[in-house]
């Protein structure tokens, strides 16, 4: 899998002023580590269980392929999740409950607050959140082909 750093505007399933990629590690660069609310690891798993439910809200493709842990080779995992955070959208691989799991990994507090707060994906409520960036991303895929609210060029 490949680094992104943390907060970092880009990575491997988006990019952009508003995202923030969370959870990218890799086994060349350090990473905080530390204890987590037990709260946030629950909801974060539950995040990760549902990852494929985000996909179609956020118009990401479905995975590049599976991905083994770099730091103990235990874990496969192969999705991604979008957590929205007001006009943020943190990116991270669904990977990252393994990684506060087993590798003590510490995401930053804006990660955790908005893991907590967040609706989870298959929701109504996800789907509202996570819009304007399904806007976003559609006109960075379709560039002039998209026109939202405007029939179809022929």
């Known amino acids: 899998m490949s680094w992104f750093p943390d907060m970092g505007t880009a990575c491997m399933i988006a990019h952009g002023d508003h995202v ?9 660069h350090p990473f905080p580590t530390g204890d987590t609310p037990p709260e946030f690891l629950a909801r974060l798993k539950e995040f990760c269980r549902r990852w494929d439910e985000g996909l179609g809200p956020l118009v ?3 995975f590049m392929g599976p991905h083994r842990c770099e730091l103990c080779g235990r874990c496969v995992a192969s999705g991604n999740i979008g957590v929205p955070a007001g006009g943020v959208l943190f ?17 930053p507090a804006e990660f955790v607050a ?10 109504r409520e996800y789907a509202v959140a996570v819009a304007a ?19 179809p060029r022929a």
Do not use: C, N
Not at 20 to 26: E, F, P, T
Not at 91 to 107: D, S
């Open 20 to 28: 923030r990629a969370v959870g990218w590690l890799s086994d060349q």
């Open 60 to 62: 990401w493709d479905v």
């Open 91 to 107: 990116a991270a691989p669904e990977m990252i409950a393994h990684y506060v799991e087993v590798h003590k990994y510490a995401p």
């Open 114 to 123: 908005a893991v907590l707060s967040a609706p989870l994906p298959g929701t």
């Open 133 to 151: 960036f399904r806007a976003v991303a559609l006109q960075q895929q379709l560039g002039e082909l998209y026109r939202p609210g405007q029939p």
